[in-house]
């Protein structure tokens, strides 16, 4: 019986797959061109575990299959060659023999300089015997002085292309095939790179029914949603889940894979599995761009451009997406939103660890609280629950301790709003969470968290919003009232981050109202 398969190119005889015939079909016909006049060069791109390298070994098959043998197919990979951090770019070249011996079997010696490796492809060279179509994988990994010299070797190739024997060729990766961080460019129109997509809901729908045909155990419709709706159907994070669910933490084949099952699955995979992808993508958000990636925890207007540097890097390293939305003016426009739920959660986690760490600076609660009020009334009281909160922060600052220093701040010297999302949040944990449990929720993308609250068999919800204008409060009740009436609740608490700190202010803002049938309570909290 075939299975899921994660890590590294997939195998349709022993895993479970897609066929994905159009974008297979697609890169063919790229790389092909005319057979006789010569095929594209042009660039295959998508974040890691996307099916990069499988769509590759598929589209060899399919040229072989449909043109016979007039190619000399070969794929050269770049992963494995290691340099030294003060390198020229020269030292590529004595890499050379390795390389060509992989991809062609072929016997060469260091060439002396690249103008020799350049007369390795030409047509009157002894070396082909038929034009060569080369797929170059893992072009990231190389050094970027190396990257920005086969740059220029391919696009002179390229302008020359009679006078050498490569018919076509693929660079494969997922940045610097772009030509994003060469100063001379892409060597092709980038206008014909092919990315590669994630899986729609019918592409994930049908890995889960190959597993139910070939297993005989129900998976329920819901589970397959909820791994789509998770993950935005990343090849590599559906699979792992596929893995995880069918195999790690499957209850027995005469059991259906169900809701339950998914719930405690997902949140093993947020604490405890490991996930190479996913670190990843932790590792990069942690290092790069941060302030960024925090921003997109508070507002969801932030514009999305690929001019933009920050942006591209974390769109083509599979943090964030665009999306389309409706501003002001009726006109539509792309904001930036997380590539999917789950790892935006996962960033949730790792940056409150980043930005507060694993303990606070004082007593959450005065030592005598025990949250009578809190817990033991018909409904839980956030708004009491909050007000805790707000005296915490009073008594940091009484010590003369402020959370808010040394955080990220913006262009205008204000405290990113997120700062406090991430600060509440551990101090939940740090106040009730041994009593309840505190869920991060993402319902409507960025800009939005709500902190789901279960303690025992009660619940409640706090939305989590930034400050914008007198206007934003208003339409951010009326947008928790809804939110709460889809949960089949009837009361909501908003905790607001003001950049104020005058009372008389946060007083204003905050207050009980009743919004279509649901009772919201604001409680304002000023920061900065």
Not at 27 to 34: K, Y
Not at 219 to 239: D, F, I, K
Not at 256 to 281: F, H, K, Q, S
Request: proline fraction near 6%; aromatic fraction near 10%.
């Amino acid at each position: 019986m075939r299975h899921f398969h994660s890590y590294g190119p997939v195998d349709c005889e022993e895993h479970f797959c897609v066929p994905r015939a159009e974008l297979i079909h697609q890169c063919a016909e790229r790389i092909v061109g005319n057979p006789e006049k010569g095929g594209h060069y042009f660039t295959i791109w998508a974040p890691r575990q996307a099916g990069k390298t499988w769509l590759m070994r598929q589209v060899k098959e399919e040229i072989t299959s449909r043109h016979g043998n007039p190619f000399h197919i070969a794929t050269m990979s770049m992963q494995g060659l290691i340099f030294k951090e003060n390198d020229t770019e020269d030292a590529f070249l004595p890499k050379v023999p390795q390389l060509f011996y992989e991809a062609f079997r072929l016997d060469v010696k260091p060439p002396d300089d690249w103008e020799t490796l350049k007369a390795f492809f030409n047509a009157k060279s002894d070396f082909f015997q038929h034009p060569v179509i080369l797929f170059i994988d893992e072009f990231d990994s190389l050094p970027p002085k190396v990257i920005d010299r086969l740059v220029s070797l391919f696009r002179d190739m390229y302008l020359k292309r009679e006078t050498y024997q490569i018919h076509g060729l693929a660079l494969i990766g997922v940045r610097a095939v772009l030509g994003i961080d060469s100063l001379r460019g892409s060597p092709f129109n980038v206008q014909r790179s092919l990315h590669v997509p994630n899986f729609s809901p019918d592409e994930v729908a049908e890995l889960f029914r190959q597993y139910v045909a070939e297993s005989g155990q129900p998976v329920a419709p819901e589970v397959v949603s909820a791994v789509y709706n998770a993950t935005r159907g990343q090849p590599g994070l559906v699979c792992w889940f596929g893995e995880l669910l069918t195999e790690t933490y499957n209850p027995g084949t005469d059991q259906t894979i169900d809701m339950p099952l998914w719930n405690y699955v997902c949140g093993r995979a947020r604490r405890t599995e490991w996930n190479n992808t996913l670190l990843n993508l932790i590792f990069k958000a942690r290092h790069r761009h941060t302030d960024r990636v925090i921003a997109l925890f508070s507002r969801s207007d932030i514009p999305f451009s690929l001019r933009s540097e920050w942006c591209s890097y974390l769109y083509l390293n599979g943090i964030i997406d665009a999306a389309d939305v409706i501003d002001e003016k009726g006109q539509t426009i792309q904001v930036c939103r997380f590539s999917c739920p789950f790892i935006q959660h996962n960033l949730y986690d790792a940056l409150t660890d980043d930005l507060v760490g694993d303990r606070l600076p004082i007593l959450a609660l005065h030592p005598l609280d025990e949250l009578t009020d809190v817990l033991e009334g018909q409904h839980l009281d956030l708004p009491a629950l909050l007000q805790r909160y707000r005296d915490y922060l009073q008594r940091l600052k009484e010590k003369g301790l402020n959370p808010w220093q040394d955080q990220p701040r913006r262009a205008d010297i204000h405290l990113t709003e997120a700062v406090g999302h991430f600060h509440l949040y551990a101090w939940l944990a740090e106040a009730i969470g041994r009593r309840c449990t505190i869920s991060p929720e993402f319902p409507t993308g960025n800009g939005k968290v709500d902190l789901h609250i279960r303690c025992g068999q009660k619940r409640g919800i706090i939305e989590v919003k930034s400050f914008t204008d007198a206007a934003g409060v208003k339409s951010a009740r009326v947008q928790a009232a809804r939110y709460a009436l889809e949960l089949g609740l009837d009361r909501v608490t908003v905790a607001l981050f003001v950049p104020v700190t005058d009372e008389t202010v946060l007083a204003k803002l905050s207050g009980e109202t009743e919004t279509e049938g649901v009772l919201v309570t604001v409680t304002a909290i000023g920061w900065g």
